[in-house]
């Protein structure tokens, strides 16, 4: 079945890495994803990393993806107060449709 | 700036109504795609096409319908709306399978 979980709320002080985590559930995936959406705005692709890759590093985002447990993480070095938003994993399925299925979302507050 | 335009911005209607959102992908784009984002059900596929058909269809209700026209521009129709309606309603554009997807700013519904 297609399902994506993630906790839905991360507080960390800014400077730090933040680390948010996602589990999924269709081993079937091509690619996951990760989009940032700030209040009121749309989805803002950052990253993605395909499904036979580990990780993935990109200025001051890390992903790391551990196929065998469907454990998805985005690692955000040197947190800052503009990185306050909500953040979606999601699960592409690639071939002749590649449509995303999303996790809950994470909300991620930055305090100064 | 995504390079995917959606309108109107808002849109506030009656019940049993009926409403048309309009989508213009990426230049270069093959694909369109519709989500709908409501608090109750977070964020799901509804609709694919590809080069003006049908690609994939995913919780999409039979009062929803969409095109794609020759140009490549999407509309996706909502009729006879109910309060349970009223979402945030993005378009995601991408260039293949296996090219990630990249989304408009959405259109927020609001039914009254």
């Known amino acids: 079945g297609e399902d994506v979980e993630q906790s839905l709320f991360l507080s960390v002080r800014e400077g730090d890495s933040s680390v948010i985590n996602c589990t999924y559930t269709?081993?079937?995936?091509?690619?996951l994803y990760w989009y940032k959406q700030e209040p009121g705005a749309g989805l803002q692709l950052l990253t993605y990393i395909f499904s036979n890759m580990d990780m993935k590093q990109d200025q001051r985002l890390t992903v790391l993806l551990n196929k065998k447990d469907k454990h998805l993480s985005l690692r955000i070095a040197d947190t800052q107060t503009g990185d306050s938003a909500i953040y979606f994993c999601?699960?592409?399925?690639?071939?002749?449709?590649?449509?995303?299925?999303f996790g809950t979302g994470t909300l991620l507050a930055v305090q100064p | 700036d995504s390079g995917v335009t959606q309108t109107p911005k808002h849109l506030i209607t009656a019940t049993g109504q009926r409403v048309t959102l309009r989508c213009s992908p990426r230049?270069?784009?093959?694909?369109v795609y519709w989500y709908q984002q409501s608090l109750d059900q977070g964020l799901q596929f509804l609709i694919q096409?590809?080069?003006?058909?049908?690609?994939a269809k995913g919780n999409i209700l039979e009062r929803f319908s969409a095109q794609q026209f020759p140009d490549l521009h999407s509309e996706l129709n909502l009729s006879s709306l109910e309060l349970g309606d009223s979402a945030l309603y993005f378009c995601?554009?991408?260039?293949?399978?296996?090219?990630?997807?990249?989304f408009g700013d959405g259109t927020r519904l609001s039914i009254l």
């Open positions: 269709d081993s079937s995936s091509t690619y």
């Open positions: 999601a699960e592409g399925y690639g071939g002749a449709t590649n449509k995303l299925i």
């Open positions: 995601a554009s991408g260039g293949g399978a296996e090219q990630p997807q990249h």
């Open positions: 230049s270069g784009d093959l694909s």
């Open positions: 096409y590809y080069n003006g058909e049908e690609r």
